[in-house]
């Protein structure tokens, strides 16, 4: 056998390196590389460009941000396939690069992206129609989707404040569910409604609907018509503006799916703080002196014992509580209640949203699922929302194509009735004093004759507003379903029919139960129990009918729209009052055994033809004129019909020959609006003589047997009409440097036919009558500058800012009437050449702190004022203090309102946040002039009143008068009206804020996702104000009370978790 070993063969060696070669390349060309570089026209790297990669499937497969040398690189695309690249940035055109193979070893690529005047080339909804930005003619702001996201809330109102000129909303209440008020332009009503028209997807929602039915995750984008001249195609429910609501469809024909969840919780944003216990007792003890002592100081002394009060007739307010006295001497372990810590809390928020869509050539599809649950600050209280959104389309043929979209929605509220009374929670804490335990020493609820019983000195005058939150059931259900369905077909070319159908269906429930053992204000337990259960439905529908022609010749341009509308809307609600109830175990109307019934119904019908021709010349001469005539059965029969045109102009200077090169000013318009239009907002009966029965007073006997009557309630008008609004507005719009947009109006808005009430003789068997007369007034200034893309090195920047100044006049009232009172004091009045809703007061001038002080005979003082009282100016020097000197002293309308919006990017970071504010707003403090900082003895100071209360040792300089329990009078109660209490109501909020990061591509692709976006914000993280109330917006009433506030809902400070993701 031969052992030795075997040659080596070149031939092996050779089939080895060539194999091991192979296995290279093999390996190499299984991970090509594509990598690019993304510059601008003039040559510059664009970092932050977004790219991404789609292959044959029309699929995402992979997605990457630019650096900030403008290059990207991308692995894990297969070779030989074939790719579609989409390059997109802020301020820049989008471009793509198609059908790209990919090749062994590095593909590089090159993509250049072209400025964008985006923002003159964007579509804006106009009312039945869009129109390019850059021609449109009226008052038209556009707000999209991304600047609206930033906040978390439950509506889109919310959203919207602060975000354009010359819309105010004004958010009264921090309630789940609340609706904020948005006025437009100013107030141009003194009875009717104020609210906007609000258009989802051309469909007009019925009047009063809560925001909170629309889901914000599903809206793309919002435009307010702002100017009668825009809003009059919608005719008599356009006076106080339009918001047209255009919601998300499918954008690609590729199944997307995008998923939006956040998660956080709330606290009060105010201030008010009532005292501690031990700085109660001192309070209510110096409240009792100052009242003994104050009816006859020669002979009186706060050191007088209680024997010795007694002798000297000493009522019972003027007597010391003995249960005070360990307070004062500040003994360890005394009950000292925090009634706002016990009724608010830290509260959940979460919200969860899931859209889905897709399509092929054909059709397209949008659906979206969304859970919002929102605790409220106060326990017991909060609002869940369960809704959907359906969109379909689809291309019938070459001429015809159909939509359909649904909107379903299910809410639940646990309500929270703020009143303002001292029967509900908010409103009680100012008279459950800190003594008293919320809860017994068992554990359960320490309702007021319990408390009572363990404090018969000095029991409690209201409910435990703990046991009221927690045994009082205030249900309420509702759900909702609206949406339309259209079909559109192209008749030859240029002209097109549209025909829509869209209704609104919704139902409602409430379900209230009061407990027996339940007391009111000085109204002890037990009581009869209460209960009520009110169902309620309404359907609206509207059909329509539209043409549209269009059409070019040479530098003409025609677009011609007419059309018909019938619009009918029913409501009808029960309402069951239960009695007699067994046993508060049974808390719902089946445990009553007798009932009382009323039923509510109404409807009313509209029918309308409207007309709008646009006529632009050589892209820079406009027209437009639009007319519509509205029939409603809200009027008087011989006043049906109202009629409301508009007419604009405009021209884009910057296109004529004779403008300077376009390096600066790169577009310049000037435009100019004239138009009319209606509020219909007073009821559907208002013209109607109204005929009431099923009270005592129309009771009647005949023969022997008792009888029930009706009788005439309000006199019939033929000739009521709605309250027409005319107006006029000058803009000029201008961009700079491609980059910066300025737009800047002038309006001037007269509402005549004032719907008011006007005497009418005796004998008619009335008083008054509803008829339209007076005038109202509303001219300003609106001014929006924004700009895009500007590059600060490695970040990008888009600010915008926006300023709106508003002055408000009565030109004229009824016949003979110069004036409206109306407040809980009659300090709030409507005079003719002032504003509306003015408020009226005293000038207090400090506090009489001395005997000379007091008896000073040069100092008039109102009747019944004691030492420790204000001292009132006697402004028109005629020696007497009376309402005569009563002087104007501002209104809840501020002079301007503001706001400022910044956002940006850095690599995949992105900061954004929005400030708002107003100058020149006063609200009249109604809650705390009678209650906090009232002074009397009787509520629970504020931490405010108690350290600025006058003493005459302790705080000589203080402000408030001395806490006086016997002094009930008319003098401190009617300085109510006064610069104490009508408050500085100027702000600046921060009212959103939200930091993102986006995850890198080569993050996110392993688990398929196409982007993920992580986030962190907050809503109104800090005001500043000099505002000592709760809210400076929350103010409740109406037109003509507008500003007095009481015990308002708080509204929150927010902080979320979130994230988005997109598969």
């Given at each position: 056998m031969n052992l030795s070993r075997p040659k080596k063969s070149k031939w092996g060696l050779f089939i080895?390196?060539?194999?091991?070669?192979?296995?290279?390349?093999?390996?190499?060309?299984?991970?090509?590389?594509?990598?690019?570089?993304?510059?601008?026209?003039?040559?510059?790297?664009?970092?932050?460009?977004?790219?991404?990669?789609?292959?044959?499937?029309?699929?995402?497969?992979?997605?990457?941000?630019?650096?900030?040398?403008?290059?990207?690189?991308?692995?894990?695309?297969?070779?030989?396939?074939?790719?579609?690249?989409?390059?997109?940035c802020v301020g820049y055109q989008s471009t793509q690069i198609k059908a790209f193979e990919v090749k062994d070893g590095t593909n590089t690529l090159l993509a250049r992206l072209k400025d964008s005047n985006e923002k003159l080339n964007e579509v804006v909804v106009v009312g039945y129609g869009t129109q390019q930005k850059r021609f449109v003619t009226g008052s038209v702001t556009k707000v999209n989707a991304e600047q609206l996201s930033n906040y978390s809330g439950s509506n889109f109102a919310q959203q919207l404040s602060g975000k354009a000129a010359g819309i105010q909303i004004n958010e009264a209440s921090g309630q789940p569910g609340s609706n904020p008020q948005i006025i437009i332009r100013g107030i141009g009503t003194l009875t009717a409604g104020r609210n906007p028209l609000v258009v989802v997807d051309g469909f007009p929602l019925t009047e009063g609907t809560s925001f909170n039915y629309i889901n914000p995750n599903d809206i793309e984008s919002l435009?307010?018509?702002?100017?009668?001249?825009?809003?009059?195609?919608?005719?008599?429910?356009?006076?106080n503006g339009v918001i047209l609501i255009t919601t998300k469809k499918s954008k690609a024909d590729k199944f997307n799916v995008t998923i939006d969840a956040y998660t956080g919780f709330q606290q009060r944003a105010d201030k008010v703080e009532y005292v501690n216990a031990h700085d109660a007792a001192i309070f209510f003890t110096e409240a009792r002196d100052q009242g003994y002592i104050s009816k006859d100081p020669a002979n009186r002394s706060i050191n007088d014992d209680r024997a010795t009060r007694v002798a000297k007739g000493a009522s019972l307010r003027e007597l010391r509580l003995n249960y005070l006295d360990p307070y004062l001497n500040n003994q360890p372990g005394l009950t000292d209640t925090n009634w706002m810590n016990e009724i608010f809390r830290t509260a959940p928020i979460s919200n969860i949203n899931v859209a889905l869509s897709g399509g092929n050539g054909k059709t397209s599809y949008y659906t979206s699922f969304n859970a919002f649950n929102q605790e409220g600050l106060v326990i017991e209280?909060?609002?869940?929302?369960?809704?959907?959104?359906?969109?379909?389309?689809?291309?019938?043929?070459?001429?015809?194509?159909?939509?359909?979209?649904?909107?379903?929605?299910?809410?639940?509220?646990?309500?929270?009735?703020?009143?303002g009374g001292f029967d509900e929670p908010i409103g009680a804490m100012a008279v459950m004093y800190p003594f008293f335990k919320p809860?017994?020493?068992?554990?359960?609820?320490?309702?007021?004759?319990?408390?009572?019983?363990?404090?018969?000195?000095?029991?409690?005058?209201?409910?435990?507003?703990?046991?009221?939150l927690k045994m009082i059931k205030n249900n309420r259900t509702f759900f909702k379903l609206y949406g339309n369905a259209f079909i559109n077909y192209s008749i030859i070319n240029g002209l097109k029919y549209k025909f829509s159908l869209g209704g609104d269906f919704s139902q409602s429930m409430y379900d209230f139960?009061?407990?027996?053992?339940?007391?009111?204000?000085?109204?002890?337990?037990?009581?009869?129990a209460t209960t009520s259960q009110t169902d309620g439905s309404l359907t609206n529908y509207l059909l329509e009918h539209t043409l549209t022609y269009s059409k070019k010749i040479d530098k003409h341009d025609f677009t011609l729209l007419t059309g018909y509308s019938y619009q009918k809307e029913n409501s009808f609600s029960t309402i069951i009052t239960g009695a007699n109830i067994a046993d508060d175990n049974i808390d719902n109307i089946g445990g009553a055994s007798s009932f009382t019934v009323n039923a509510n119904r109404?409807?009313?019908?509209?029918?309308?033809?409207?007309?709008?021709?646009?006529?632009?010349?050589?892209?820079?001469?406009?027209?437009?004129?639009?007319?519509?005539?509205?029939?409603?059965?809200?009027?008087?029969?011989?006043?049906?019909?109202?009629?409301?045109?508009?007419?604009?102009?405009?021209?884009?200077?910057?296109?004529?020959?004779?403008?300077?090169?376009?390096?600066?000013?790169?577009?310049?318009?000037?435009?100019?609006?004239?138009?009319?239009?209606?509020?219909?907002?007073?009821?559907?009966?208002?013209?109607?003589?109204?005929?009431?029965?099923?009270?005592?007073?129309?009771?009647?006997?005949?023969?022997?047997?008792?009888?029930s009557g009706f009788s005439a309630s309000t006199t019939p008008n033929l000739n009521l009409s709605w309250e027409t609004n005319t107006s006029y507005n000058l803009g000029l719009d201008l961009q700079l440097f491609r980059k910066i947009d300025i737009t800047a109006e002038y309006y001037n808005?007269?509402?005549?036919?004032?719907?008011?009430?006007?005497?009418?003789?005796?004998?008619?068997?009335?008083?008054?009558?509803?008829?339209?007369?007076?005038?109202?007034?509303?001219?300003?200034?609106?001014?929006?500058?924004?700009?895009?893309?500007?590059?600060?090195?490695?970040?990008?920047?888009?600010?915008?800012?926006?300023?709106?100044?508003?002055?408000?006049?009565?030109?004229?009232?009824?016949?003979?009437?110069?004036?409206?009172?109306?407040?809980?004091?009659?300090?709030?009045?409507?005079?003719?050449?002032?504003?509306?809703?003015?408020?009226?007061?005293?000038?207090?001038?400090?506090?009489?702190?001395?005997?000379?002080?007091?008896n000073d005979p040069k100092t008039p003082k109102l009747p019944g004022t004691q030492m420790g009282d204000y001292i009132v100016k006697d402004v028109n020097g005629d020696g007497v203090i009376d309402t005569k000197d009563w002087r104007p002293?501002?209104?809840?309308?501020?002079?301007?309102?503001?706001?400022?919006?910044?956002?940006?990017?850095?690599?995949?970071?992105?900061?954004?946040?929005?400030?708002?504010?107003?100058?020149?707003?006063?609200?009249?403090?109604?809650?705390?002039?009678?209650?906090?900082?009232?002074?009397?003895?009787?509520?629970?100071?504020?931490?405010?009143?108690?350290?600025?209360?006058?003493?005459?040792?302790?705080?000589?300089?203080?402000?408030?008068a001395q806490p006086n329990l016997g002094n009930f009078s008319a003098a401190r109660r009617a300085t109510k009206a006064s610069n104490l209490y009508i408050l500085n109501a100027d702000y600046l909020r921060l009212r959103d804020v939200q930091l993102a990061y986006t995850l890198p591509s080569y993050v996110v692709k392993r688990a398929k996702i196409a982007n993920m976006k992580i986030y962190v914000g907050g809503n109104n993280l800090f005001t500043i104000t000099k505002y000592r109330g709760t809210n400076p917006e929350g103010t409740t009433g109406s037109a003509l009370t507008n500003g007095q506030a009481t015990s308002n809902y708080p509204i929150a400070r927010t902080f979320i978790f979130g994230t988005n993701i997109s598969l």
């Amino acid at each position: 056998m031969n052992l030795s070993r075997p040659k080596k063969s070149k031939w092996g060696l050779f089939i080895y390196l060539l194999l091991f070669t192979a296995v290279q390349a093999i390996a190499q060309t299984q991970n090509p590389i594509v990598s690019g570089t993304v510059i601008s026209e003039n040559g510059e790297s664009l970092p932050g460009v977004t790219v991404q990669i789609e292959n044959n499937d029309h699929k995402i497969v992979a997605s990457n941000i630019t650096d900030e040398k403008g290059l990207f690189t991308t692995t894990g695309l297969k070779l030989g396939e074939i790719y579609n690249f989409s390059f997109s940035c802020v301020g820049y055109q989008s471009t793509q690069i198609k059908a790209f193979e990919v090749k062994d070893g590095t593909n590089t690529l090159l993509a250049r992206l072209k400025d964008s005047n985006e923002k003159l080339n964007e579509v804006v909804v106009v009312g039945y129609g869009t129109q390019q930005k850059r021609f449109v003619t009226g008052s038209v702001t556009k707000v999209n989707a991304e600047q609206l996201s930033n906040y978390s809330g439950s509506n889109f109102a919310q959203q919207l404040s602060g975000k354009a000129a010359g819309i105010q909303i004004n958010e009264a209440s921090g309630q789940p569910g609340s609706n904020p008020q948005i006025i437009i332009r100013g107030i141009g009503t003194l009875t009717a409604g104020r609210n906007p028209l609000v258009v989802v997807d051309g469909f007009p929602l019925t009047e009063g609907t809560s925001f909170n039915y629309i889901n914000p995750n599903d809206i793309e984008s919002l435009e307010v018509l702002k100017d009668p001249a825009s809003a009059s195609i919608y005719g008599s429910r356009a006076a106080n503006g339009v918001i047209l609501i255009t919601t998300k469809k499918s954008k690609a024909d590729k199944f997307n799916v995008t998923i939006d969840a956040y998660t956080g919780f709330q606290q009060r944003a105010d201030k008010v703080e009532y005292v501690n216990a031990h700085d109660a007792a001192i309070f209510f003890t110096e409240a009792r002196d100052q009242g003994y002592i104050s009816k006859d100081p020669a002979n009186r002394s706060i050191n007088d014992d209680r024997a010795t009060r007694v002798a000297k007739g000493a009522s019972l307010r003027e007597l010391r509580l003995n249960y005070l006295d360990p307070y004062l001497n500040n003994q360890p372990g005394l009950t000292d209640t925090n009634w706002m810590n016990e009724i608010f809390r830290t509260a959940p928020i979460s919200n969860i949203n899931v859209a889905l869509s897709g399509g092929n050539g054909k059709t397209s599809y949008y659906t979206s699922f969304n859970a919002f649950n929102q605790e409220g600050l106060v326990i017991e209280n909060g609002l869940k929302r369960y809704s959907a959104s359906i969109k379909l389309n689809n291309k019938l043929s070459d001429k015809a194509d159909f939509g359909v979209s649904l909107n379903p929605s299910y809410t639940i509220q646990r309500y929270y009735d703020a009143n303002g009374g001292f029967d509900e929670p908010i409103g009680a804490m100012a008279v459950m004093y800190p003594f008293f335990k919320p809860y017994n020493d068992d554990g359960t609820l320490a309702i007021s004759q319990q408390i009572k019983a363990n404090q018969p000195e000095d029991g409690a005058l209201v409910e435990n507003p703990v046991a009221q939150l927690k045994m009082i059931k205030n249900n309420r259900t509702f759900f909702k379903l609206y949406g339309n369905a259209f079909i559109n077909y192209s008749i030859i070319n240029g002209l097109k029919y549209k025909f829509s159908l869209g209704g609104d269906f919704s139902q409602s429930m409430y379900d209230f139960y009061n407990p027996s053992n339940l007391g009111a204000y000085r109204t002890p337990a037990p009581k009869p129990a209460t209960t009520s259960q009110t169902d309620g439905s309404l359907t609206n529908y509207l059909l329509e009918h539209t043409l549209t022609y269009s059409k070019k010749i040479d530098k003409h341009d025609f677009t011609l729209l007419t059309g018909y509308s019938y619009q009918k809307e029913n409501s009808f609600s029960t309402i069951i009052t239960g009695a007699n109830i067994a046993d508060d175990n049974i808390d719902n109307i089946g445990g009553a055994s007798s009932f009382t019934v009323n039923a509510n119904r109404y409807r009313w019908v509209q029918i309308s033809y409207f007309s709008r021709l646009q006529y632009i010349f050589a892209d820079k001469y406009i027209a437009s004129f639009s007319y519509r005539m509205d029939g409603s059965s809200r009027f008087g029969a011989d006043s049906r019909w109202g009629k409301f045109p508009s007419v604009t102009a405009g021209w884009i200077f910057s296109k004529e020959g004779f403008f300077p090169e376009q390096d600066v000013v790169s577009f310049g318009k000037l435009r100019a609006t004239w138009g009319r239009s209606g509020n219909n907002q007073i009821g559907s009966y208002g013209s109607l003589g109204i005929v009431t029965g099923g009270n005592a007073a129309n009771n009647y006997v005949w023969g022997n047997t008792p009888a029930s009557g009706f009788s005439a309630s309000t006199t019939p008008n033929l000739n009521l009409s709605w309250e027409t609004n005319t107006s006029y507005n000058l803009g000029l719009d201008l961009q700079l440097f491609r980059k910066i947009d300025i737009t800047a109006e002038y309006y001037n808005a007269t509402t005549s036919n004032l719907l008011l009430d006007v005497p009418v003789p005796q004998q008619s068997g009335f008083s008054s009558s509803l008829q339209n007369i007076g005038k109202v007034q509303n001219k300003g200034v609106d001014l929006n500058i924004s700009a895009s893309d500007i590059k600060l090195g490695q970040v990008r920047w888009n600010p915008s800012a926006n300023i709106s100044f508003n002055k408000n006049e009565v030109l004229a009232l009824a016949p003979g009437q110069t004036q409206i009172i109306a407040g809980d004091i009659g300090s709030i009045i409507t005079k003719v050449g002032g504003p509306i809703a003015e408020y009226y007061g005293y000038q207090i001038m400090g506090v009489y702190k001395t005997q000379d002080q007091f008896n000073d005979p040069k100092t008039p003082k109102l009747p019944g004022t004691q030492m420790g009282d204000y001292i009132v100016k006697d402004v028109n020097g005629d020696g007497v203090i009376d309402t005569k000197d009563w002087r104007p002293m501002g209104t809840y309308s501020p002079k301007f309102t503001y706001g400022f919006s910044n956002s940006f990017a850095y690599k995949n970071f992105s900061l954004s946040f929005s400030l708002t504010g107003v100058e020149g707003r006063k609200v009249y403090e109604s809650n705390l002039a009678s209650r906090g900082e009232a002074g009397e003895g009787f509520a629970l100071p504020t931490k405010y009143y108690f350290e600025n209360r006058y003493h005459p040792i302790d705080n000589p300089n203080g402000i408030f008068a001395q806490p006086n329990l016997g002094n009930f009078s008319a003098a401190r109660r009617a300085t109510k009206a006064s610069n104490l209490y009508i408050l500085n109501a100027d702000y600046l909020r921060l009212r959103d804020v939200q930091l993102a990061y986006t995850l890198p591509s080569y993050v996110v692709k392993r688990a398929k996702i196409a982007n993920m976006k992580i986030y962190v914000g907050g809503n109104n993280l800090f005001t500043i104000t000099k505002y000592r109330g709760t809210n400076p917006e929350g103010t409740t009433g109406s037109a003509l009370t507008n500003g007095q506030a009481t015990s308002n809902y708080p509204i929150a400070r927010t902080f979320i978790f979130g994230t988005n993701i997109s598969l």
